[in-house]
């Protein structure tokens, strides 16, 4: 019988697959843009940026919260969160950053098996985007 993965592990390829399809999904050629500064870029050499913090779980793989930004923007401009936030507005609606703020706020917790659901769920969609 095999060991059931731990929730560290869960979140872990939960992570890692939601990144590559936050990464891929605007992609052209396998060229993605930055949110923030509109750098261009492999997809590979992009990361998955979060508009409210990856510490809460309520938007933690939330589409509209995680976008594509370059290591510049999201780790040594802090996210760029201002411009995260107009970027959110322009491109989902007025009001779309202030929602993704108090979405943050809820307490979200999630099953294993509501974790391993999502993993087979972007799974799936990346594997429609190849």
């Not at 939960?14 to 992609?27: E, P, Y």
């Not at 999201?74 to 989902?92: D, I």
Request: charged share 30%; aromatic share 12%.
């Amino acid at each position: 019988m095999a060991k059931r993965p731990s929730r560290k592990t869960i979140i872990k390829k939960l992570d890692k697959v939601f990144s590559q399809f936050i990464r891929r999904r605007f992609a052209v050629n396998e060229i993605a843009k930055c949110v923030t500064c509109g750098k261009q870029a492999h997809w590979k050499e992009l990361q998955a940026g979060h508009f409210m913090s990856r510490k809460h779980y309520s938007t933690r793989w939330d589409e509209i919260n995680v976008q594509t930004q370059c290591s510049g923007c999201n780790v040594f401009r802090y996210g760029e969160q201002f411009k995260f936030g107009m970027y959110l507005e322009q491109a989902y609606g007025n009001g779309v950053a202030e929602e993704m703020h108090n979405k943050s706020r809820e307490i979200t917790k999630f099953s294993d098996i509501q974790l391993l659901e999502k993993i087979e769920y972007y799974n799936e969609l990346l594997t429609n985007l190849q």
